[in-house]
C-alpha cells in the first residue's frame, strides 16, 4: 500500500511515494549527531542542506530521546529549537516539531511549523490532546512506554505487535475523541522505543500488520541500535547501509514517510527502487 498524503503541508508533499523526512537534532547528546548542529546555524545550515537533497520535511528537536537521555527543561528547549524552525520556516521548508511537551507544540506551530511529532503519542502531558487538537495540523503518534531515561526497561511483551498495534489504535481513538480528525493523524511504531534489537525487526517484518489500522506509517530506523546489534556495527557512525536497507524495506510495505539523518543517500536508493517499481509495473502490464 502506498498513501498520497493531504495533510495540507504543501505541494511537496502530493506525491504517492514515501516522502523523505530529515533530521535536525538541536542537541548536545543525541545517540548519533550530538552537538554537531547544536548552535542554531549549523542547525539551520544543516536543515538548508537536508532540504537541498530531497527531504520533504524537516524534523526540529530539542530533546534528546536515546534511551538513558535526561529530560530537557522547557525554556532550554524553546531556545533550542524556536529561532531554528522559524528561520527554516521563512525559508519555505516544511517543518515538523520533534517534542513531548505541548508548550513546545505551541510556540514552534506560532513560528511556522507545520506538523507535531511526538514520541509519547500526546500521552506526556494531560494537556497535551487539547493541545494539539487546538493547533490543526498533522500529528505523529509515536508507540512507546516510559520516558526516554528508563524506557529499555519496559519490554515485556507477550507479542510486540499486537501490543503495538493496540496501544495506537488505542491513541487514535483518545485522539479522536479529543477533536483531532484521523486524517491529520500518521503513526509511528516507535523503533528501538521499549523495544530490543528482535523486536524492532519484528515490528518492521510485520508492518503490514501496523497499517490494517488505515491510517499513514512514518518509520524512523536511521543509525539505530537495533542495526548495530543486528550487524555487528557499535558505532552508528557505521550503520547507513542497514539504515538504507531498512528505508528500502519500509518503502516496499507502504511506509508514506521515512525518517532518517542521511537524507541525499536515502533519496537515491528510493528513487532506484521506485524506477524499478514502475518498470516491472509497466513491462507486466504490457504482457
Known amino acids: ?73 522547557i525554556d532550554v528547549e524553546l531556545t533550542r529549537v524556536i529561532p531554528v ?53 498533522p500529528v505523529v503518534l509515536m508507540h512507546s512506554r516510559g520516558s526516554p531515561s528508563e524506557m529499555q526497561n519496559q519490554l515485556n511483551y507477550e507479542d510486540v505487535v499486537v ?14 475523541t479529543a477533536g483531532i480528525p484521523r486524517n491529520r493523524l500518521i503513526l509511528d511504531p516507535g523503533i528501538g522505543f521499549a523495544k530490543d534489537a528482535e523486536q524492532s525487526i519484528q515490528i518492521l517484518a510485520n508492518l503490514d500488520k501496523i497499517q490494517d489500522l488505515g491510517l499513514p506509517i512514518m518509520i524512523g530506523a536511521s543509525r539505530k541500535s537495533f542495526i548495530g546489534l543486528t550487524t555487528n556495527t557499535p558505532n552508528s557512525n557505521d550503520r547507513l547501509p542497514g539504515s538504507i536497507a531498512v528505508a528500502l524495506w519500509a518503502a516496499q510495505k507502504g511506509a508514506a514517510i521515512i525518517r532518517v539523518h542521511d537524507v541525499i543517500e536515502t533519496v537515491q536508493a528510493l528513487a532506484i527502487l521506485k524506477a524499478l517499481c514502475y518498470k516491472e509495473a509497466n513491462n507486466k502490464a504490457a504482457e
Open 163 to 176: 501490543e503495538v498495534y493496540n496501544d495506537l489504535a488505542e491513541r487514535v481513538k483518545a485522539c479522536i
Open 1 to 73: 500500500m502506498v498513501w498520497s498524503l493531504n495533510l495540507n503541508l504543501g505541494p511537496k508533499l502530493t506525491d504517492d511515494w514515501p516522502l523523505v523526512m530529515g533530521i535536525i537534532n538541536v542537541t548536545p547528546d543525541s545517540f548519533h549527531d550530538g552537538s554537531r548542529y547544536n548552535f542554531q546555524m549549523a542547525a539551520i545550515n544543516q536543515g538548508r542542506t537536508l532540504a537541498a537533497a530531497g527531504a520533504a520535511i524537516l524534523d526540529v528537536g530539542g530533546e534528546s530521546t536515546r534511551p538513558g537521555a535526561s529530560f530537557v527543561p
Open 85 to 137: 524552525i522559524k528561520t527554516l520556516a521563512e525559508d519555505g521548508f516544511t517543518i515538523s516539531v520533534d517534542t513531548r511537551k505541548p508548550e513546545v507544540m505551541e510556540h514552534a506551530v506560532a513560528v511556522g511549523a507545520n506538523m507535531i511529532n511526538d514520541i509519547t503519542a500526546l500521552r506526556h502531558e494531560p494537556k497535551s490532546l487539547k493541545v494539539a487538537a487546538a493547533l490543526e495540523v
